[in-house]
């Protein structure tokens, strides 16, 4: 699995939180623009947010493409607001994910 955006600005320290909740260590990651695996051939390339659905390139091989919008979680506001934006996101896209299984 390849993550990338196509104007990546860095892990967001609320994502690191939201994750290190569920057991899940991605402090070392890093963002990665899409140019990093331009020759890369992919069965599903899935966009994440509308933008990026009109902007991802077009990759080497058959990939399926598929697009789910999700809402950014870069939102205005209190920590605890801002920190539930980022939850909400978080469980949005674990239950996105788990439905691939069911297929």
């Given at each position: 699995?390849?993550?990338?955006g196509s104007e990546p600005k860095g892990v967001n320290s609320l994502a690191v939180e939201v994750m290190k909740e569920i057991g899940i260590d991605i402090s070392r990651q890093r963002s990665k623009h899409l140019d990093e695996?331009?020759?890369e051939e992919f069965d599903y390339i899935v966009t994440l947010c509308d933008d990026a659905a009109k902007t991802c390139p077009l990759f080497p091989g058959e990939g399926k493409r598929m697009h789910k919008g999700f809402a950014d979680p870069a939102v205005e506001g209190s920590w605890e607001e801002r920190l539930a934006a980022f939850r909400k996101v978080r469980d949005e896209l674990k239950e996105y994910i788990l439905s691939f299984s069911s297929h």
């Open positions: 699995m390849y993550s990338a695996y331009g020759e």
